[in-house]
């Protein structure tokens, strides 16, 4: 069964960066829709960024442009989220997400906390 699994989250001061990791099993990665989502206090989760299957395309949020970056390693079964010029405002639980390249199936990590902070 598809399992998804992030870490690299923790606490970082304004200006610092992360990379979150999120080793999937179950599925080969490059046949899925892979993407990062967050969730902050109080807020609806949203869309970070995303890369498709197959080509490779890849899509951002407009908060993520110019400081995240998304990829992918089909031989080590990984998608990862590289968070650069963070700011207080990212601070959320951040979730790895696969779907099939259909659209029908809809699978998620636990999450892993990224809290900006001075």
């Known amino acids: 069964q598809v399992q998804l699994v992030e870490s690299g989250g923790g606490l970082v001061q304004p200006g610092g960066s992360l990379r979150l990791s999120c080793a999937a099993s179950?599925?080969?990665?490059?046949?899925?829709?892979l993407a990062w989502y967050r969730q902050a206090p109080g807020k609806e989760r949203e869309l970070v960024a995303r890369?498709?299957?197959?080509?490779?395309?890849?899509e951002y949020a407009d908060s993520a442009k110019g400081r995240f970056t998304i990829s992918r390693s089909n031989a080590k079964s990984t998608v990862d989220l590289q968070l650069n010029s963070l700011k207080p405002d990212d601070t959320a639980v951040y979730y790895c997400?696969?779907?099939?390249?259909?659209?029908?199936?809809?699978?998620w990590g636990q999450g892993t906390q990224v809290t900006v902070s001075s």
């Open positions: 997400n696969a779907r099939s390249s259909n659209w029908r199936t809809d699978n």
């Open positions: 890369i498709f299957s197959g080509t490779g395309g890849i």
């Open positions: 179950g599925f080969i990665v490059s046949t899925y829709h």
